[in-house]
Nanobody, 117 residues
Framework: QVQLVESGGGLVQPGGSLRLSCVAS????????MGWYRQAPGNQRELVAA???????NYANSMKGRFTISRDNAKNTVYLQMNSLKPEDTAVYYC???????????WGQGTQVTVST
């Protein structure tokens, strides 16, 4: 099993920035991809960004240029730097991870991001 704990959410004004963190613990020796999804009220959960253990990244089109995902394998932590935030970025952001050779995805509890004046 893998446990994921997110932090860094909160309230920010439009145009502001936030940095989310997600720390993995447990059976982490073969973690492959880590990343972030988000879910706004009434919407489906959508991919924000992902990063493999080798550093390859993938972003949703609407986040490209504003969000940056990074990873510190030594700390078992993935980060999401969010800049130029918009009200439509308001959502619960969930960290996820998968492991090589294990057909299961692990999820954090979610952290609320609210972009509002």
């Amino acid at each position: 099993q893998v446990q994921l704990v997110e932090s860094g959410g909160g309230l920010v004004q439009p145009g502001g920035s936030l940095r989310l963190s997600c720390v993995a613990s447990g059976s982490i020796f073969n973690i492959n991809t880590m990343g972030w999804y988000r879910q706004a009220p009434g919407n489906q959960r959508e991919l924000v960004a992902a990063i493999t253990s080798s550093g390859s990244t993938n972003y949703a089109n609407s986040m490209k240029g504003r969000f940056t995902i990074s990873r510190d394998n030594a700390k078992n932590t993935v980060y999401l730097q969010m800049n130029s935030l918009k009200p439509e970025d308001t959502a619960v952001y969930y960290c996820y991870a998968d492991r090589l050779f294990v057909p299961e995805t692990y999820w954090g509890q979610g952290t609320q991001v609210t972009v509002s004046t």
